[in-house]
């Protein structure tokens, strides 16, 4: 019973590349230099709050289109969420919301009345239940984090818990993108928000010399 009253409070909604500037950012400058960088490795990137997975199919499109190796790991609380974006398949309806006619051709595959992601797409991504008040129990980091639209629907107090967990998660050259009207508030230690692009986060370097 108390799974089934948190899975009707949390909020689903999402679509495939919803706010398109961020993918734009990620796959037309953030990705190709970070795959510059990390040469011989995959650029890693977490895409906390998933949902139904949309967001990193998304980061997936992007990351293929740029010719950028990655790993891509979707994480949320809700097990029915997870289920659905494990399956890589959605309606008519859901594939259209975000994707143009090209896009759904070249990344999805039409199976009777749903869309599935193709092997390519699959292959990037893997999907776990995390929740984002836990503090990390292992080493992952990643390059790139996405916690977009997410901290809206946390408890104002415990805000600064996740985003203390995320930083911990980054890479000390990484970044992190919020929705695009999220703001960091307050005096964080942890974040510089980077002039003239909305929602998009660096690792302060006062967070890099505490790590160290």
């Not at 599935?116 to 990037?124: C, F, S, V």
Request: aromatic share 8%; net charge neutral; glycine share 8%.
């Amino acid at each position: 019973l108390g799974w089934a009253i948190i899975e009707a409070l949390l909020n689903p909604e999402t679509w495939f590349r919803r706010d398109r500037p961020t993918f734009d950012t990620l796959g037309g400058e953030l990705l190709p230099a970070l795959s510059r960088a990390r040469t011989g490795q995959p650029v890693r990137v977490w895409s906390a709050g998933c949902s139904t997975g949309q967001e990193p199919w998304s980061i997936a499109m992007a990351a293929l289109d740029a010719g950028a190796p990655v790993e891509i790991v979707g994480t949320d609380l809700s097990q029915r969420a997870l289920e659905k974006a494990r399956t890589g398949a959605y309606t008519g309806f859901e594939i259209q919301r975000g994707l143009k006619a090209e896009t759904m051709l070249r990344w999805f595959d039409q199976a009777d009345d749903a869309w599935i992601a193709k092997p390519q797409l699959r292959a990037t991504v893997h999907f776990a239940r995390a929740n984002l008040l836990d503090p990390p129990t292992d080493d992952a980091r990643f390059d790139v984090i996405f916690c977009r639209n997410v901290l809206d629907d946390v408890d104002p107090a415990r805000r600064s818990q996740v985003l203390d967990n995320l930083e911990r998660r980054l890479v000390d050259d990484g970044v992190l993108f919020l929705g695009p009207d999220e703001k960091i508030e307050g005096d964080s230690v942890a974040f510089r928000a980077v002039s003239g692009r909305r929602g998009l986060f660096v690792k302060a370097p006062s967070a890099i010399r505490r790590a160290a």
